[in-house]
């Protein structure tokens, strides 16, 4: 649209004095503005936030309701019907004892939330409480850390398997065994951003203004750590999912009384070439659902502390 | 109160730092961050330490408030030893002295509202007892530096910077303290809220008699509200005098260097310029002798060798540590 083909009755005529050149409105050219609601302003800023909670959604919701979607037994045994493919009655098929799989993985959900959000849980405190004591008390921070350092230094998968060697496999104890390999990675992190954070101007402040300890602890450095801490509690939350099933595929794991997605698949892999969707099924579930955590972990870490991204 | 005892006195006042290392992490060598520095603050005085980075003069300030422990030396603070205090019998004295620091963005914790980082040193001191109480004197805290009252339940990212120094200044006025170090307390911020900043910190002064040790490297701001100047280099004081004596005739060349770097709004200005080469000397090895001596122009032998005492020059309150009686004109 040009200043010379104005629409008439475009403005009032009398508005422009004689003489003298009016500018048109202003062409459409910029849509307005999208109203987005504040749903649609965490989707849009935080997309792979709100992808991974809404996948780890559905796994919550299924393990919650996992008697109610359409699913059996999980350990009733049917000889008869064993590794059926996939159909309308078996969605997901049986295995060779005839068991339901479509039923032992909504069941193994539950087995594989517990295990992440536990040990993300327990590790998390534990962590906080070691870094913590390592950052604040110096004299204990080497003998601390030469320890975490040690319990490191094996892999975790080795140290839980080790752990499981003591007792007998059950739910408790594999959040236990992992938990002990997982720590440490909690309080190197702790320890580190509590160092940092005492050097803060603001606690020498609260120093200077007569704080105790315990409270700059709880005032000025907890609070602080709660960013970088739940990052890193998404990251051990994945890495306990997938440290169960592979606790459970080596038979080190979970009870085979109860079903784990490992359990499903050590159950399945003699089979595997023949008859995949015994396989298949669980380990779908369990990537997805690690992928899920792992995109909630990226999402929140840009969310709450762009700079994190180099820390961690 | 001229003959009463000066509100803080230090003296020889030592920090050294540890420089670990080695295989078994055993202490190596040592950082002479401050090195025997002597001065006091009187009442409603303020006393500028000045130095380029790296002097000892934030060490001074932090050693001062027992944010560090001092390697050795004394601090009174009113007439009381405080450098060696226990931690519970520190505590009340804290009440007493507070700190500005430089920046304004790390200074304030960023997750609490203005009349929590407010109210903090009042419920820590006991200095009040009800809820209302403490609203009312964090509102007239906010009064004294000219914040809006209804700015308290705000967090101090909602600030700009000389609005969140405003709020340090708050918070070190919030117990009732008689000395407040400022460590380089307008160094961050723009030149027109500096001047704010330190025309607030003049006039609380006058107010409230406060005593002020500021930290600072910026000559110009030291010379517009400060009533002593220490001049520092390498964790010791080399000059202290008035802030008349010390602009107008300098007598340690390393001042007199400080006072030439100093920029001048007038590019026609002619100057006699005393520009010094090199750096400055490691405090983990300093020189020996006099310390300036490797890169002061009018060293001598025995500059070399042998340490300059801090010692009167001509008026009794100027003092140097120069073993020149009078320094040569740059020319």
């Known amino acids: 649209m040009s200043a010379t083909s104005i629409p008439p009755g475009a403005m009032p005529p009398d508005a422009i004095p004689e003489g003298v050149s009016a500018a048109p409105a202003l062409p459409d050219v910029l849509p307005a503005p999208r109203a987005r609601g504040k749903f649609g302003t965490l989707v849009y800023r935080h997309p792979t936030f709100v992808a991974g909670a809404a996948i780890l959604g559905v796994m919550l919701f299924i393990a919650i309701f996992a008697p109610y979607l359409g699913t059996v037994d999980p350990t009733a045994l049917a000889p008869a019907k064993r590794t059926r493919p996939p159909s309308a009655i078996y969605w997901f098929g049986t295995d060779m004892l005839g068991r339901d799989v479509y039923s032992r993985v909504m069941y193994g959900t539950r087995v594989s939330l517990i295990v992440g959000f536990g040990v993300a849980l327990l590790s998390s405190v534990a962590g906080v409480l070691i870094g913590v004591i390592s950052g604040f008390v110096r004299w204990l921070d ?46 190197r992190l702790i320890r580190g951003v509590v160092l940092s954070l005492r050097e803060q101007p603001y606690v020498e402040a609260a120093v200077a203004s007569g704080t105790r300890a315990p409270k700059i602890i709880l005032r000025h450095i907890l609070p602080n750590t709660v960013a970088p801490l739940t990052v890193q509690a998404t990251y051990i939350c994945a890495a306990a999912m997938i440290t169960e099933a592979i606790l459970s595929f080596i038979g080190a794991g979970t009870p085979p009384t109860i079903p784990s997605w490992g359990n499903i698949m050590a159950e399945g892999r003699a089979l595997w070439q023949v008859k995949p969707y015994i396989v298949f099924f669980p380990a779908a579930f369990l990537s997805v659902t690690v992928l899920a955590v792992n995109l909630m972990g990226d999402g929140l870490r840009d969310w709450l502390d762009p700079r994190l991204a180099k820390r961690l | ?92 004295m804290r009440r007493r002295m507070q700190v500005v ?231």
């Open chain 2, 1 to 92: 109160m001229s003959d009463a005892r000066p509100l803080l006195e230090v003296n020889a006042l030592k920090k050294h730092y540890p420089v670990k290392g080695g295989l078994l992490g055993g202490e190596t060598a040592k950082v002479y961050a401050v090195d025997g520095v002597t001065f006091s603050i009187k009442r409603g005085e303020t006393l500028s330490v000045v130095g380029e980075s790296g002097c000892g003069k934030s060490t001074v300030g932090k050693t001062i408030l027992r944010l560090t422990d001092p390697t050795d030396g004394e601090v009174f603070l009113d007439g009381e030893r405080i450098d060696n205090l226990s931690a519970a019998r520190l505590r009340p």
């Open chain 2, 101 to 331: 620091f430089q920046d304004p963005f790390s200074s304030l914790n960023p997750r609490m509202r203005v009349r929590d980082i407010l109210a903090e040193p009042l419920v820590n001191f006991g200095l009040t007892r009800s809820r209302s109480e403490i609203d009312d004197r964090v509102a007239g805290l906010m009064d004294k530096v000219r914040l809006p009252r209804d700015a308290i339940g705000r967090f101090p990212h909602e600030f700009s910077g000389g609005q969140r120094q405003r709020i340090g200044i708050a918070r070190a006025l919030a117990p009732g303290a008689d000395l407040i170090i400022c460590d380089e307390a307008v160094s961050a911020l723009d030149v027109s809220v500096k001047a704010q900043i330190v025309n607030l910190l003049s006039d609380l002064q006058d107010e409230l008699g406060l005593a002020l040790l500021f930290i600072s490297h910026d000559l110009a701001i030291v010379e517009h509200l400060t009533h002593r100047v220490a001049v520092m280099y390498l964790g010791k004081i080399v000059e202290l005098a008035d802030r008349r004596t010390l602009f107008s005739t300098p007598h340690h060349p390393y001042t007199r260097a400080l006072l030439s770097a100093v920029p001048v709004p007038d590019p026609t200005a002619k100057r006699d310029r005393m520009v010094l080469t090199g750096d400055v000397p490691s405090p983990i090895n300093p020189p020996t002798g006099c310390r300036f001596h490797t890169r002061c122009p009018f060293a001598f032998d025995r500059c070399r060798t042998e340490e300059p005492m801090l010692r009167p020059i001509g008026d009794r309150e100027h003092q140097s540590a120069c073993h020149l009686d009078a320094v040569p004109a740059t020319h």
């Open chain 1, 142 to 187: 080497s003998v601390i850390m030469r320890v975490m350092d040690g319990l490191m230094s094996i892999p975790p998968i080795l140290l839980a398997i080790a752990l499981m060697a003591l007792t007998r496999g059950s739910v408790g104890n594999v959040i236990t065994a992992i938990t002990v390999s997982q720590v440490p990675q909690v309080a």
